[in-house]
């Protein structure tokens, strides 16, 4: 069965930057790699996907391993508006999804 | 606005009364999913459709029953629920021609069977 795996929570520092890593341990070649967070009372909302190379956009960069079989999501500067839980996910070969445990992220002021 | 609405959002029954969780949404997407999810086990997918029709399970499918007969609903059905079903479930949707596109997750219904 496929298999993601987060660590449970980390901790940062305001305006530094974190680094939150999830493994792929069964990723196969097609499928994509999707970070979510969320925030307290909400619904997961989309933080950024990738297939193979790096990734920008306004909220995070994404980092990919070469083997695929890891990615760090990395917020550049947290705030204390990131804290939340991070959950990375994988397709399943199809449309079926495999979610981490989610790392919940503490941001000290 | 784009949205995917749950109802209801709380809900408080006994076991073998059977229930319906709904889920709209109004972004002409063709998939739709649930997941519940559990202190410590994150979230877990129970079914989705890629269009009207068509479903399939996911990992923890069972106890669990979803129809999809428009495009815009896709309900959860539990026929006959137990206490190992209080969870709280979320609704999501994503356009669904590639795998790539992200899911847009409901507010969440918090179901406790007692």
Redesign the interface.
């Known amino acids: 069965?496929a298999k993601t795996t987060q660590p449970n929570s980390m901790e940062s520092n305001e305006e530094e930057p974190v680094h939150l890593p999830c493994n792929h341990s069964t990723i196969s070649g097609?499928?994509?790699i999707?970070w979510?967070r969320q925030l307290p009372?909400?619904?997961?909302?989309?933080v950024i996907?990738g297939?193979t190379s790096n990734v920008n956009n306004r909220m995070a960069s994404l980092a990919i391993a070469e083997d695929r079989k890891s990615s760090t999501l990395i917020l550049h500067r947290a705030t204390l508006r990131d804290a939340a839980v991070y959950?990375c996910?994988s397709?399943s070969g199809?449309?079926?999804?495999?979610?981490?445990?989610?790392t919940r992220l503490k941001v000290l002021a | 606005e784009a949205q995917?609405t749950q109802n209801p959002r709380y809900l408080i029954t006994v076991t073998g009364k059977k229930l319906t969780v709904t889920c709209s949404q109004n972004m002409n997407h063709e998939?739709m999913?649930w997941?519940r999810q559990d202190p410590?086990?994150?979230?877990?997918?129970i079914y989705?459709s890629?269009n009207v029709e068509v479903t399939?399970k996911?990992?923890v499918p069972e106890g669990y029953k979803v129809s999809r007969k428009e495009k815009r609903n896709f309900p959860l059905i539990l026929e006959s629920p137990s206490p190992n079903q209080t969870s709280l479930y979320?609704c999501?949707s994503s356009p669904?021609d590639r795998?790539?596109q992200?899911?847009?997750?409901?507010?969440?219904t918090r179901l406790s069977i007692l």
């Open positions: 069965d097609t499928d994509y999707h979510y009372s909400q619904g997961p909302e989309y996907h297939l959950y996910t397709t199809t449309y079926k999804y495999i979610f981490g445990t989610g | 995917v998939y999913s997941y410590g086990l994150g979230l877990r997918q989705y890629m399939d996911g990992d979320f999501a669904g795998t790539y992200p899911q847009h997750f409901g507010d969440g």
